[in-house]
């Protein structure tokens, strides 16, 4: 697989982003998910939609303002990004594990994107 992260840039506080996520290959057996990474910080694992997008889960941090949808037929992750603080600003992956279910990831991940860089500052 390839994924191919959009959407980053700079927004102020309480602004809104999306994020894309392109996916290239056979991935209707992948789970995928979104990390990010802030300076200084270990990357964590923020949302993931397991294959069929029915399924889907969320980091505390971000639940009631983070929404991840997939879209099979584009081959396509979104993040819906509302409410964004400070704290949210890093580089932003898309990653895909080689499972149904997003449990997947607590295996690995079998493939990386390259990032997008979100700020959020005033």
């Known amino acids: 697989l390839q994924l191919v992260e959009s959407g980053g840039g700079l927004v102020q506080p309480g602004g809104s982003l999306r994020l894309s996520c392109a996916v290239s290959?056979?991935?209707?057996?992948?789970?995928i998910a979104w990390f990010r990474q802030a300076p200084g910080k270990e990357r964590e694992r923020v949302v993931c939609?397991?294959?069929?997008?029915?399924?889907?889960t969320y980091v505390d941090s971000v639940k009631g303002r983070f929404t991840i949808s997939r879209d099979n037929a584009e081959n396509t992750v979104y993040l819906q990004m509302n409410g964004l603080k400070p704290e949210d600003t890093a580089m932003y992956y898309c990653?895909?594990?080689?499972?149904?279910?997003?449990?997947?990831?607590?295996?690995?991940?079998?493939?990386w994107g390259k990032g997008t860089l979100v700020t959020v500052s005033s």
């Open positions: 939609v397991d294959s069929s997008g029915g399924s889907t």
């Open positions: 290959g056979f991935w209707e057996h992948y789970a």
């Open positions: 990653a895909a594990a080689s499972n149904y279910y997003c449990s997947g990831f607590n295996y690995g991940v079998e493939y």
